[in-house]
T-cell receptor, first 117, second 114 residues
């Protein structure tokens, strides 16, 4: 168990540019989640996958945001035409969901901190 | 809809003193409750969880929490604070059939002083 890995750890970009983040979950975990955390706030749910299927997207996820999880392994989160309001920590988490009951906790990566200038 | 309220965005205790971080939840269905800890520039680490069964749950690093349905609370405690406990603590809630999506509180920053 090598944990959830996120890359890059930090990203600085200019407004209007596109950025892409990667998340590698714990290998046997079938569910993968993306959260966004701004300063002084708790993480906010963005979207999640079960295997390769994207099951739910938050209203926070505008049409500039897209997430994929090809082959049910790693996931990418892309933000197009970044805005200063996109500056935040983007957290990825994974878990093994088997019974429908949330007995398995989410395991979080260390996040990607995005700064839009 | 579910929600979590953490009273006190900042809590300061002396080393060796009792730690009490408050969490109240709102849920129309039986909740599953979690406490996570976050150190600077890191992700969240699970401290403990309540799913079903025993209402007093013990976690890592000497923390424990008690689920009180009548008070809709899940407060986190530790008998004796250590300097290494200084971090931000988040309470979170989910429910069966909710996709295991967590709804987090706004967090409590714990400061431990000598």
């Amino acid at each position: 168990d090598t944990g959830v890995s996120q890359n890059p750890r930090h990203k600085i970009t200019k407004r209007g540019q596109n950025v892409t983040f990667r998340c590698d979950p714990i290998s046997e975990h079938n569910r993968l989640y993306w959260y966004r955390q701004t300063l002084g706030q708790g993480p906010e749910f963005l979207t999640y996958f079960q295997n390769e299927a994207q099951l739910e997207k938050s209203r926070l996820l505008s049409d500039r945001f897209s997430a994929e999880r090809p082959k049910g392994s790693f996931s990418t989160l892309e933000i197009q035409r970044t805005e200063q309001g996109d500056s935040a920590m983007y957290l990825c988490a994974s878990t093994e969901e088997t019974t429908g009951a949330p007995n398995s906790p989410l395991h979080f990566g260390n996040g990607t901190r995005l700064t839009v200038t | 809809a579910q929600s979590v309220t953490q009273l006190g965005s900042h809590v300061s205790v002396s080393e060796g003193a009792l730690v009490l971080l408050r969490c109240n939840y709102s849920s129309s269905v039986p909740p599953y409750l979690f406490w996570y800890v976050q150190y600077p520039n890191q992700g969240l680490q699970l401290l403990l969880k309540y799913t079903t069964g025993a209402t007093l749950v013990k976690g890592i690093n000497g923390f424990e929490a008690e689920f009180k349905k009548s008070e809709t609370s899940f407060h986190l405690t530790k008998p004796s604070a250590h300097m290494s406990d200084a971090a931000e603590y988040f309470c979170a809630v989910t429910f069966t059939g909710g996709g295991n999506k967590l709804t987090f509180g706004t967090g409590t920053q714990l400061k431990v002083e000598l």
